[in-house]
């Protein structure tokens, strides 16, 4: 989250970030969710960090007949299968499994071997799988009167934190929100 948030701050336009925290299940996260979209100012685009919110993300927009990504864009974390076979496939950022757990694993070992050795912090990077959820911000408005978009931020996607049950999205400086899809 706060590589996210450090990314909208860096914008040549600096953005806002809001940050929701949806609770462990697609119930609890729905919830949340609508109750965000129903406030009025709704996202423009929405980057959700665990499978849950992408799912509240998606049902609710379908709801409210807000088509993805005309009218509003989302991105997830974790890449499933589901995902690339969506129309339109949903973008996500991509955790690289196997070697976060060799890396897990060799520092188990070098614990068993070393229990007096401080324990070290690991990043390692991810990427991010643009696809078809995500479109170009608009200019001059959308068919809903709202203000122009601003340009998704192609933030650094590094891992930094184990955050199950947070949904993030950025707003631009106008108050529009608009979507940094890295943490």
Same mark, same amino acid.
């Given at each position: 989250i706060?590589?996210?948030?450090?990314? /909208?701050? /860096?914008?040549?336009?600096?953005?806002?970030?809001e940050v929701l925290y949806c609770g462990p299940d697609?119930?609890? /996260?729905? @919830?949340?969710?609508?109750?965000?979209? @129903? +406030?009025?100012?709704r996202p423009q685009a929405v980057f959700a960090l665990f499978i849950q919110a992408t799912l509240a993300v998606l049902r609710e927009a379908d709801k409210l007949g807000l088509s993805v990504p005309d009218d509003i864009s989302v991105a997830g974390f974790d890449d499933f299968e589901w995902m690339q076979v969506m129309h339109p496939p949903v973008a996500?950022?991509? +955790?690289?499994?196997?070697?976060?757990?060799?890396?897990?694993?060799? +520092?188990l070992l070098d614990r068993i071997e070393s229990p007096d050795r401080a324990p070290k912090a690991i990043q390692i990077q991810c990427s991010l799988e643009f696809r078809g959820s995500? /479109?170009?911000?608009?200019?001059?408005g959308d068919r809903h009167g709202r203000g122009s978009r601003h340009a998704?931020? +192609?933030g650094d996607a590094r891992r930094r934190s184990e955050q199950p049950d947070v949904l @993030? @999205?950025?707003?631009?400086?106008?108050g529009e929100p608009a979507m940094v899809p890295g943490i």
């Open positions: 706060e590589g996210a948030c450090a990314a /909208a701050r /860096a914008m040549p336009e600096p953005m806002q970030t697609l119930g609890a /996260a729905t @919830e949340i969710v609508a109750k965000r979209f @129903e +406030q009025g100012d996500t950022v991509i +955790q690289p499994v196997e070697e976060m757990s060799a890396m897990a694993w060799k +520092q995500i /479109a170009a911000p608009r200019r001059g998704p931020v +192609q @993030e @999205e950025a707003r631009g400086v106008d």
